[in-house]
């Protein structure tokens, strides 16, 4: 059997590369806008340069590829940087899917497709619609999450139209080791790498420390889309998430809580973003049902790893 992974130099990409590489027996695939395989996967896997706003060139892909699952992980993933220049967000996350799509339906190919969607379709929740399900209302208020919304929907449409065996996905915040700055967990972890080897002052810049998410480690999530596209039905859609919430400011006093040096905490109204919902927790019952999923990596664990990744990079700098 052969996957392919957009994105494959990506964050949740990379680790779903290792999942699959040490329990199947799949030949690995990637592809992505550059060529940015990381180290650890170059003697293992094939990658493609493409960029899949490009139609043509995603068809000569998928054509020499041949998968039999395609995981679709290619976005641009920031929901700040969306408010700030909306469109290039739009577009590239819109638009690739579509070209992926459309090229199965010309080469009349029909692997299993994974679309990944995100908690941030729901958007604007209201706290007596948490825990939330499948069957929320979809408000998303940012761009980003527009975006999402619309790649779940082509991931259906194109299900219902052509009867490709797509299976949609909304993951909620997850978190580890290689996850790129401009989120919070490695934004929080850097900053402390860099105070502990003295390359920035022992102060903490933060943004909005009240607000409430899911957060699951990269490494179970992609556990869970490898279940999701072996086991999941075609044209159904499914929550992913631990089912519990944690304050930005827990997170923080955690990593904090490991820190070899004294930091203080100050606010940065850049930081700040136009539209904060105050909590978001998972559902994933449907899910669980499904194929029995459960995170298996605690919060603290996660965080600890997340810090010593930055370290690392930070002494290798």
Sequence with gaps: MRALITGIGGFAASHLADLLLAETDWQIVGCDLRQSTPPHLQAQVTCHVVDLCEPEAVQRVLDEVAPDFIFHLAAMAQVGGSWRDPWPVLKNNIRG?????????????????????????????????????????????????????????????????????????????????????????????????????GRRPPRMQVGNLKARRDFTDVRDMVRAYYLAITQGAPGDVYNIGSGQSHAIQELLDV???????????????????????????????????????????????????????????????
């Design 97 to 197: 899917q579509l070209n992926l799509l459309q090229a199965l339906v010309k080469l009349k190919a029909t692997p299993r497709v994974m679309v990944v969607g995100s908690n941030e379709e729901y958007g604007l929740v209201q706290p007596h619609e948490l825990p939330l399900t499948e069957e929320t209302p979809l408000r998303p208020n940012s761009p980003y999450g527009v975006s999402k919304v619309t790649q779940d929907m082509l991931g259906l449409q194109y299900h219902l139209s052509h009867q490709l065996p797509i299976v949609r996905v909304r993951p909620f915040n997850h978190i580890g080791p290689r996850q790129s700055p401009g989120f919070v967990a490695p934004d929080f972890a850097r900053q402390i790498a860099e105070a502990e080897a």
């Design 255 to 317: 990593l904090l809580s490991h820190s070899q040096v004294e930091i203080s905490v100050e606010p940065d109204p850049a930081r700040m973003r136009p539209s904060d919902v105050p909590d978001v927790r998972c559902d994933a019952g449907k899910f669980r049902a499904l194929c029995g999923w459960e995170p298996t990596i605690a919060f603290e664990t996660t965080l600890h790893d997340v810090l010593e990744y930055w370290r690392a990079q930070v002494a290798s700098e």
